[in-house]
């Protein structure tokens, strides 16, 4: 007779088991799941075979399936980024605000090694931002970086022949003398940019920013410091945060890139790049010398 109630208690757990696998998630009493997107490298309109990068179409899949998570309260986004395209930067930071909008979602942002300048801005999407101590912060401000080659092909004795139809569409050609009234066209538009920037800080952060002249100056700080300044909120990590705020149960699903049948990758929704061999010989120089703008961005941070 104990033998036969063993089996049946035995039935009747496995029978519990398998109705709360069925069950959707929402109902079932476990520890509450977090999904996590990270967000990492330097921001640009796409990738190529040289370059990887953060772009909306790149992340736009993943946020989606991240906020598209029912029962989770919360989205976790871990940024590691010194910054690059604006445009790039501003598009994925609004489209965080919308999902969390649209599906009443709490964002908490991770720093990383660094969220600055386009970083920082993806970084503002958050409710709250959590970053190391040491990581790199702040950097609100615009910059524009090229190279100048004017002597170098002269010394190789190549001519440079430029036809246009309009005076300035050859405006900053790093083959040609640099032009004081283009440079000046240029400083106005860092400075519309810039004030775009400014604004979305100020409306994000708001009375948490402190009075401080070198805050939208383009200046960097550690988390530590960007904590007193108001551009973090706590200091942290991901794991140690979310068990602090939902127990120490929680689970983190990291969220990524979905598959085709064959296990390909699909396009457009990498947050690096697809190899295109057939495109690695053209623009091969032009290619370098983003990868060394690339570079040197990491490189202001000393990363």
């Given at each position: 007779?104990?033998?036969?109630?063993?089996?049946?208690?035995?039935?009747?757990?496995?029978?519990a088991?398998?109705?709360?696998?069925?069950?959707?998630?929402?109902?079932?009493?476990?520890?509450?799941?977090?999904p996590?997107?990270?967000?990492?490298?330097?921001?640009?309109?796409?990738?190529?075979a040289?370059?990887?990068?953060?772009?909306?179409?790149?992340v736009?899949?993943?946020?989606?399936?991240?906020?598209?998570?029912?029962?989770?309260?919360?989205?976790?986004?871990?940024?590691?980024?010194?910054?690059?395209?604006?445009?790039?930067?501003?598009?994925?930071?609004?489209?965080?605000?919308?999902?969390?909008?649209?599906?009443?979602?709490?964002?908490?942002?991770?720093?990383?090694?660094?969220?600055?300048s386009?970083?920082?801005?993806?970084?503002?999407?958050?409710?709250?931002?959590?970053?190391?101590p040491?990581?790199?912060?702040?950097?609100?401000?615009?910059?524009?970086?090229?190279?100048?080659?004017?002597?170098a092909?002269?010394?190789l004795?190549?001519e440079?022949r430029?036809?246009?139809?309009?005076?300035?569409?050859?405006?900053?050609?790093?083959?040609?003398?640099?032009?004081?009234?283009?440079?000046?066209?240029?400083?106005?538009?860092?400075?519309?940019?810039?004030?775009?920037?400014?604004?979305?800080?100020?409306?994000?952060?708001?009375?948490?920013?402190?009075?401080?002249?070198?805050?939208?100056?383009?200046?960097?700080?550690s988390?530590?410091?960007?904590?007193?300044?108001?551009?973090?909120?706590?200091?942290?990590?991901?794991?140690?945060?979310?068990?602090?705020?939902?127990?120490?149960?929680?689970?983190?699903?990291?969220?990524?890139?979905?598959?085709?049948?064959?296990?390909?990758?699909?396009?457009?929704?990498?947050?690096?790049?697809e190899?295109d061999?057939?495109?690695?010989?053209?623009?091969?120089?032009?290619?370098?010398?983003?990868?060394?703008?690339?570079?040197?961005?990491?490189?202001?941070?000393?990363?």
């Amino acid at each position: 007779m104990p033998l036969q109630r063993h089996s049946t208690a035995s039935k009747a757990t496995s029978l519990a088991n398998l109705l709360k696998k069925l069950l959707p998630k929402r109902f079932r009493k476990e520890g509450v799941t977090i999904p996590v997107v990270k967000l990492s490298g330097t921001i640009m309109a796409g990738g190529s075979a040289l370059r990887q990068g953060l772009s909306i179409a790149a992340v736009a899949p993943l946020l989606e399936k991240a906020f598209g998570e029912k029962s989770a309260p919360a989205v976790a986004i871990v940024v590691n980024s010194p910054g690059g395209s604006p445009v790039q930067s501003r598009l994925i930071y609004k489209r965080i605000r919308d999902l969390a909008e649209e599906k009443e979602k709490t964002v908490l942002v991770f720093v990383e090694d660094v969220a600055a300048s386009g970083g920082y801005m993806i970084a503002c999407a958050g409710d709250e931002i959590i970053a190391d101590p040491s990581s790199i912060v702040g950097s609100i401000g615009v910059v524009s970086g090229s190279f100048g080659f004017v002597e170098a092909i002269q010394k190789l004795g190549i001519e440079r022949r430029v036809h246009t139809a309009g005076q300035n569409k050859a405006t900053l050609d790093p083959f040609q003398p640099e032009k004081p009234e283009d440079v000046a066209h240029l400083k106005s538009l860092q400075l519309e940019v810039h004030d775009t920037f400014i604004d979305l800080v100020k409306a994000r952060r708001g009375a948490r920013l402190q009075e401080d002249d070198q805050l939208f100056s383009g200046l960097f700080w550690s988390g530590k410091r960007g904590l007193d300044l108001g551009l973090v909120d706590a200091l942290g990590d991901i794991r140690e945060t979310l068990r602090l705020r939902y127990g120490d149960s929680v689970k983190l699903e990291l969220i990524s890139q979905g598959r085709s049948l064959f296990g390909r990758k699909p396009k457009g929704i990498s947050a690096g790049f697809e190899p295109d061999l057939a495109s690695v010989g053209a623009g091969f120089a032009d290619r370098l010398v983003a990868i060394a703008e690339e570079r040197a961005l990491w490189g202001r941070f000393g990363l």
